[in-house]
């Protein structure tokens, strides 16, 4: 089989560049392990992705945002950090005249779904479902993709968007800085007593941080980040006894809880490529850079990347240059660079400030939030950042 472009991954980065490649005349196949059936239906894992308002404005455009039910779509009025038991407290919230939040929840299998659906139905890339890219030779005229079912396929330009542990960013010679923080997330919805306000807290107390997502006046997401072996224990409690021990750890402050949905355990580890270009290769979406969820702007950049990718493969194919030849790629790698080498590191920093029991580290967390409290411009920086507009929509 030949194509323009091979895509391996169908995640939420990998069909959200097939959905920015749509109308461009470039050919697209998609290469994903799971079935077909999967990608329609996916099922929940717990992760309810945080959405600033350039991911969302880029979705509407794309024509994913639309797909989502209203019961999907959750509004983040405010955000709140908290350390130990400090009164102090760090408020993000929307200037009052926007009128609008300051972002959005979005269940990651509701966005996924979203975006298969605008994918399958625009009818222009082809799908390869049931199938794991296992071979790869990358040619100074094509690039060759081997499947695990004996198959091949001849492109112009491999992109991987092949999760974080990405296999072909490693066969194509790619070294990836690996930070692993020891913890272990668990992610869970639980139900209570007393409204959220809309308001997302994450809280530093002793020990662990548990984080309180608001996804509907009495439902949160409820996170949980421990250590390894307090969360296989949390993971076998029984759902009577995990929504007691989630109340218990968040002290009541939403009174009585239950849990609702399926929990889902992550352990802390980020990823970032040192290149994210070779020859007729790239790498996207977390296989790229993959975030500490704390700072919530895995999927955000990842949609960022997508989107500079594809408008510079838009451009060659507009100019009839070669999509995998080295102008676009270049670009694209030193533009997404740009864009997320210093969130990478800023939250790798934060993250790791937030899980050290040591005083000093205590200390230094009081400090933090005592400077971002008492200055104004830093919150208003923070939150003009979250509810940027992008400007060029029309450039993809
Ligand atoms: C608990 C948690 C909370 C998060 N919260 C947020 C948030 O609030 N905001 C935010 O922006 N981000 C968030 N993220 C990050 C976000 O979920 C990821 O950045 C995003 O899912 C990455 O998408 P991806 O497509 O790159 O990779 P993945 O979602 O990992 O998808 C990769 C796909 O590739 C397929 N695949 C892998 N290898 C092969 C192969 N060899 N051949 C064929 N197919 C293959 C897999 O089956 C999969 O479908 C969170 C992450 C976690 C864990």
Redesign the pocket.
């Known amino acids: 089989m030949r194509t323009d472009v091979a895509i ?7 069909l959200s560049l097939a959905a920015c490649l749509a109308g461009s005349g470039l050919g697209v196949v998609l ?4 079935a077909e059936a999967v990608l329609a239906r996916p099922p929940f894992d ?5 959405l600033n308002h350039t991911s969302q404005a880029r979705l509407s455009q794309l024509g994913a945002w639309g797909r989502l039910s209203a019961e999907e779509v959750a509004p983040l009025g405010e955000a709140r950090v908290l350390n130990g038991h400090m009164p102090l407290t760090l408020r993000l919230s929307p200037p009052e005249r926007a009128g609008e939040p300051l972002g959005w929840f979005v269940p ?1 299998h509701a966005l996924r779904r979203s975006l298969y659906e605008t994918v399958a139905e625009r009818g222009e890339a082809r799908f390869l479902c049931g ?3 296992v071979g790869l030779e990358l040619g100074s005229r094509d690039a060759r993709l081997e499947l695990d079912d004996g198959s091949a396929i001849s492109a112009r330009l491999i992109v991987a ?3 974080r542990f990405s ?2 960013r490693g066969l194509a010679g790619i070294a990836a800085d690996r930070l692993d923080f020891g913890k272990t ?1 668990i ?1 869970a919805r639980v139900e209570h007593e007393k409204p959220n306000g809309r308001v997302a807290t994450e809280w530093y107390a002793h020990g662990y941080t548990i984080a309180m997502l608001p996804l509907g006046d009495h439902l949160s997401s409820a996170v949980l980040t421990v250590s390894p072996a307090e969360a296989e224990r949390l993971m076998a409690l029984s759902p009577e006894e995990y929504g007691a021990e989630v109340m218990r750890r968040y002290e009541g402050r939403l009174g009585r809880m239950r849990l609702v949905s399926t929990r889902h355990a ?1 352990p802390l580890v980020a990823v970032c490529a040192r290149r994210f270009i070779a020859r007729r290769f790239a790498l996207a ?3 790229a850079v993959g ?1 500490h ?1 704390t700072t ?5 950049l ?1 949609l960022s990347g997508a989107w500079t990718l594809a408008c510079r493969l838009r451009e060659a194919a507009w100019r009839g240059a070669d999509p995998g030849g080295a102008s676009p790629l270049f670009a694209y790698a030193a533009a997404h660079r740009r864009a997320s080498l210093p969130m990478y590191h800023a939250t790798n920093a934060i993250a790791r400030l937030y899980t050290d029991e040591r005083a000093v580290a205590f200390l230094a967390r009081a400090a933090v939030l005592a400077a971002g409290a008492a200055l104004a411009p830093v919150r208003r920086a923070i939150v003009a950042q979250l509810m940027a507009r992008p400007t060029a929509l029309a450039a993809a």
Do not use: Q, W
Not at 46 to 50: L, S
């Open positions: 391996v991954g169908a995640g939420p980065a990998g290469v994903e392990r799971s717990g992760r309810e992705i945080a990651n199938r794991t890219a968007a092949d999760t296999r072909l997330m992610v992550y979406g977390d296989a975030m969820p919530a702007h895995g999927y955000n990842g």
